[in-house]
């Protein structure tokens, strides 16, 4: 996954547009038959925003607090995950997304 989530950037080596608002946290990390696993708890503040970015490796994650708006390239909402819910998001640049927090208190992604 590039740079990112563990320096309080959610971004890939091709960020368009910064983030506001996201703090990343690495939780663990280990090697498994040559792959890199990085699990990460991000979190987006009220009105936060990743940016638009794309994933070096694919990702999948968990909200364990608050909801994720998330918008495909075309700007268009392709999900809202609450509480509970996953989302798993593809690699490479041909998966340019972002994710915001439309509420009133911080969102918190476990991801993986």
């Known amino acids: 996954m590039g740079r990112a989530a563990g320096e309080g950037r959610l971004s890939s080596t091709a960020a368009a547009t910064p983030s506001e608002g ?3 946290e ?3 990390q280990a090697t498994v038959d ?3 696993y990085v699990l990460r708890r991000i979190t987006i503040a009220s009105d936060g925003t990743t940016g638009w970015h794309f ?3 694919m990702l999948c994650g968990l909200v ?3 909801t994720l708006t998330h918008y495909k390239s075309d700007c268009r909402v392709d999900g809202v995950y609450n509480v509970g819910g996953t989302i ?3 690699s490479g640049h041909g998966y340019v997304h972002m994710g915001r927090n439309l509420g009133p208190t911080p969102m918190v992604l476990h991801v993986l």
Request: charged share 30%; net charge negative.
């Open 55 to 57: 994933h070096d490796g």
């Open 26 to 28: 690495i939780l663990a």
């Open 88 to 90: 798993v998001e593809p």
């Open 22 to 24: 996201v703090i990343g």
């Open 34 to 36: 040559g792959r890199d």
């Open 64 to 66: 364990t607090e608050g």
